[in-house]
């Protein structure tokens, strides 16, 4: 799943860093007022794009733990939004994804106990690590009740 389209990937690849985290911050700040709203058309391009920049940011930086840590929560936002949106598996295959792109990762390494992995499993905690980074307070996920009679 990519939200950008092939275009703008090519021309955001030739940015320096410094302006694709200015792009990705610009995206998300836009994305909290439609996210607030529960306006998740408006809000899954914005954030979905703002994920889509991470690896250029991860690959410019070579791996420091600043982008490291946006490019978690960017997953774990989308993820957030995706759910929101109806779109359970995708949600999944996002936490999946960033489980597996930081597992071996710097992150990874200085975070105590597997921490990483934790976070990836623990809705509180994804919202904490939110707010902590974009000031933004994540929606709880809802499921359906499940009747067994």
């Known amino acids: ?20 985290i200015g792009c990705w911050l610009r995206w998300m700040m836009a994305a909290e007022p439609h996210y607030l709203a529960r306006g998740w058309d408006r809000v899954l391009p914005l954030v979905g794009s703002a994920y889509d920049l991470t690896p250029m940011i991860c690959q410019q930086s070579r791996g420091d733990l600043f982008s490291q840590r946006i490019a978690f929560v960017s997953a774990v936002f989308l993820s957030n939004v995706l759910h929101h949106s109806g779109r359970e598996e995708e949600a999944d295959r996002v ?52 009747r067994v009679h």
């Open 95 to 146: 936490l999946m994804s960033a489980n597996t792109q930081l597992a071996g990762s710097q992150l990874a390494a200085v975070e105590p106990d597997g921490e990483i992995g934790k976070i990836l499993s623990d809705e509180p905690r994804q919202r904490q690590l939110v707010a902590q980074y974009l000031n933004i307070e994540l929606h709880q996920r809802r499921y359906p009740e499940r």
């Open 1 to 20: 799943m990519t939200f950008l389209c092939p275009q703008h990937h090519s021309q955001l690849q030739r940015m320096p860093k410094h302006a694709l």
